[in-house]
């Protein structure tokens, strides 16, 4: 049964230096505050997955909290370049950063194998392209019943689940709504999970679209309002595009960034949650 | 470019008239979301719009600013998870024609979105990455792409395929297993490239009012050819033109 808690404690109990951890959230739900926390906490080593890993995962690499990527785009989306990821990945800065790179439909198969127990996914995909060529985790395979070509890709079972949601109830059963990304396949591929919730409720309320999350299927819930900033959550908060957009001058140089980082994550001043 | 419009303008255009009213639309980030939503204003009311972030058939009365707009999500028939909109939707061939944008496109419309110099380990310039292009690329019926024609972006041949057009020539899609017809057009800001059927290579065969083969060629990184006589593409009507620059709040916003 998933236990109520504090950000802080879930983070501290459940990521650990040299983790695989998974923060998903596709274009919504992003959960921003739970990364921000995973900076806070000076997490190391660990090898960061996501299928957009967008401004949060620049903020964590450029913190040098990350080894390795697991991704399948990595841009600020309608703005342009993640700068630290290319810092990082083009120049070794804070520390250089392996990747592992895929398509978005490789990505979210991978979880799916992940979610089902099975070593790995089978899709129409990558052929004839250098991703196939670059990646460890997709190979070619013969389909036993026609014989033709397909791609596997590799199951991903990671360390933690980081997501967001809109509610959840005492019990720690979470629902949330919109647009669903990937969320539930990541939680069940992952050996612990933890669900940051806008609002804690004593009934969950059905919902059209709502993905479910029985609370003995998360590790921790966490409420923190507004933990998707600058992402969204849909029925409570608005995308903030204006810090999509700030957020590239601060990023394109390593002093700003550090700047950033020290009055909006580590200072006195920094929201703690 | 004419007076009274810019080449962005007569491209979007060109762009959102290459998509015919009642088809499906696999809509990449960026420039196509811009046509396609265009489209759907003027000529192709019934155009069925669908985004990678699990929405189908969203109709916006404004340019989402983001492929996770919640206006998207708001006014679909259908919102779906990520592994439901690549597994059941896409991968069995259900999509009419998948919009993509490029970094680089080659003349064989294979496309990079990963690197540019240097080597995949030790890039000059890292990209974003591939997204949904490849099994975009792979899987829809036809493919559209839409990008700003420069020396830079159109390569003889890519450095790295990120999602494949027509590979090194005829036979290479068969050969592969790629059941689309993969790309067909390629919409500029200059006019529009179609692939020879013979050699598959991208000639220009259409053109924006006022732009010369020698202004193609010099924006182009290799030896282009043209049809013969390349059709010349009627300017934007004042009722596109109202419906796009009604979006451009909003897409600025988005850029």
């Known amino acids: ?273 | 470019m004419s007076d009274g419009y810019t080449s962005d303008e007569m491209m979007t255009v060109a762009a959102a008239r290459a998509l015919s009213d009642g088809t499906s639309c696999f809509v990449g980030i960026g420039l196509p979301s811009a046509a396609s939503n265009l489209a759907r204003a003027t000529h192709a009311p019934n155009l069925v719009l669908i985004y990678e972030s699990g929405t189908i058939g969203a109709k916006p009365d404004r340019l989402p600013l983001s492929i996770g707009d919640g206006i998207l999500a708001e006014t679909a028939d259908a919102v779906i998870t990520v592994p439901e909109i690549f597994n059941y939707w896409l991968q069995p061939g259900r999509i009419d024609v998948g919009f993509l944008g490029a970094a680089q496109i080659d003349k064989f419309g294979n496309i990079n979105t990963t690197i540019v110099g240097g080597d995949y380990a030790h890039p000059k310039v890292r990209l974003p990455g591939a997204g949904g292009a490849p099994e975009i690329a792979a899987s829809s019926k036809e493919v559209i792409v839409i990008v700003r024609q420069t020396r830079r972006a159109f390569v003889e041949r890519v450095e790295f395929i990120t999602s494949v057009g027509f590979g090194d020539g005829p036979g290479t899609r068969e050969k592969l297993g790629l059941r689309g017809k993969g790309p067909q057009q390629i919409i500029t800001d200059l006019g529009i490239l179609t692939p020879d059927p013979r050699t598959c290579e991208f000639a220009m065969t259409a053109l924006f009012e006022g732009v010369s083969r020698d202004t193609v060629r010099e924006r182009t990184g290799w030896d282009i050819q043209f049809a013969a006589v390349p059709e010349v593409i009627a300017p934007p009507t004042s009722h596109e033109l109202t419906a796009l620059r009604k979006f451009k709040a909003s897409e600025k916003a988005s850029e």
């Not at chain 1, 983790?19 to 739900?29: I, N, Q, S, W």
């Not at chain 1, 490789?106 to 004839?128: D, E, H, K």
């Not at chain 1, 003995?216 to 933990?227: E, I, L």
Request: charged share 20%.
């Open chain 1, 1 to 273: 049964m998933a236990e109520i808690v504090p950000l802080a404690q879930a983070v501290a109990d459940a990521v650990h230096d040299g983790d695989t951890v998974a923060m998903e959230g596709f274009t919504h739900l992003i959960p921003f505050a739970a990364g921000h926390e995973v900076i806070r906490q000076r997490r190391r080593d660990l090898t960061l997955i996501r299928m957009t890993p967008d401004v949060i995962y620049d903020q964590l690499i450029g913190a040098g909290c990350a080894r390795k990527l697991v991704f399948s785009w990595g841009g600020n989306p309608g703005v342009g370049s993640l700068h630290r990821f290319r810092d990082a990945v083009e120049h070794g800065w804070p520390r250089p950063l392996e990747i592992e790179e895929h398509s978005h439909a490789g990505m979210a198969n991978r979880y799916v194998a992940g979610a089902s127990g099975l070593p790995f996914a089978v899709l129409r995909g990558y052929a004839g392209t250098g991703l196939a060529e670059v990646t460890d985790t997709i190979k070619p395979i013969t389909c036993p019943f026609s014989g033709e070509t397909l791609m596997a890709v590799q199951a991903l079972n990671p360390d933690v689940a980081i997501i967001h949601a809109q509610q959840a109830d005492r019990h720690g059963n979470v629902q949330l709504w919109g647009l669903a990304g990937v969320q539930k396949e990541a939680v069940l591929a992952s050996r612990r999970a933890i669900v940051t919730v806008e609002e804690i409720v004593d009934e969950l309320q059905p919902r059209p679209t709502a993905v479910v999350l029985p609370g003995w299927a998360v590790s921790y819930v966490a409420r923190v309002p507004n933990g998707a900033h600058p992402s969204y959550a849909s029925g409570y908060t608005e995308r903030d595009n204006e810090y999509y957009q700030a957020w590239d001058p601060i990023a394109r140089d390593r002093e700003t960034f550090s700047g950033w980082l020290a009055d909006h994550i580590y200072g006195e001043t920094a929201v703690h949650r």
